[in-house]
């Protein structure tokens, strides 16, 4: 089975500080995705990357940004936290190279991000 | 454009009861439709998948087909069991990309 992993359950951070939350997936899939999950609004896109160090923006990239240095890992960054960044974050992966998603998203078990 | 609306919950059914959530997609192009399922505290899995119209997608008791017609891809269980609760998200691929659309998720309770 196809694994993706992101580094922390939970965590707390201060106003302003920088977070990085990582995610690995273990399957070479060609594309990576972040979301966050916020009550009453559902799954909404981050960023996402169909390859190498290419991003593309989702719907909410405001206030973020990522990084794929290594097809197997993508980062996202949180510039300065701020307290409306609280939320459950969720990454996925998928095998499509370059066409529809027909396969489905493989997605981690998310973070909890509390800013304060 | 691309878009998924699903039945809002919470829904709340006895154990064994029979499960519909509705999900309704417009027709842009010849999309994939999804249903994945949120444990608490837990993130998204598949839970069936079909990729043409008529096609129908099963799992763990659970079914939904592919209506063209009438732009619909309903989940249905016969008997539920308390196992069962959990957050239920239908989606659709984008037609022209490799995104996938998400419904809002509809939460089920089901009851001893």
Redesign the interface.
């Known amino acids: 089975d196809v694994k993706?992993t992101?580094s922390s359950r939970y965590l707390v951070k201060r106003t302003g500080e920088k977070v990085f939350l990582e995610c690995v997936q273990d399957m070479d899939h060609e594309?990576m995705?972040w979301y966050r999950q916020d009550p009453?609004?559902?799954?909404r896109?981050i960023y996402?990357s169909?390859d190498v160090k290419m991003k593309e923006k989702?719907d909410i990239p405001e206030g973020y940004s990522v990084s794929r240095e290594k097809k197997e890992r993508f980062s996202l960054i949180l510039e300065s936290a701020s307290t409306n960044q609280t939320s459950m974050y969720?990454c996925?992966s998928?095998l499509?190279r370059?066409?529809?998603?027909?396969?489905?998203?493989?997605?981690?078990?998310?973070t909890r991000l509390t800013v304060v | 454009g691309n878009s998924v609306t699903q039945m809002e919950g919470p829904v709340t059914l006895s154990e064994e009861a029979f499960l519909t959530i509705n999900c309704t997609y417009t027709a842009t192009g010849y999309?994939?439709l999804?249903w994945?399922v949120q444990y608490p505290?837990?993130?998204?899995?598949?839970l069936l998948?079909a990729?043409k119209a008529d096609d129908k997608g099963s799992n763990k008791g659970f079914e939904a087909t592919y209506r063209k017609e009438t732009t619909s891809f309903h989940l249905e269980k016969g008997s539920v069991q308390v196992s069962d609760s959990a957050v239920y998200?239908c989606a659709r691929?984008?037609?022209g990309?490799?995104?996938?659309i998400?419904?809002?998720?509809t939460r089920l309770f089901v009851k001893a």
């Open positions: 993706v992101q594309n995705f009453g609004l559902g799954l896109l996402f169909y989702g969720l996925a998928s499509s370059g066409g529809p998603d027909n396969y489905g998203y493989t997605f981690g078990s998310g | 999309p994939s999804f994945y505290g837990e993130g998204l899995q598949l998948k990729t998200f691929t984008y037609t990309g490799f995104k996938t998400f419904g809002a998720g």
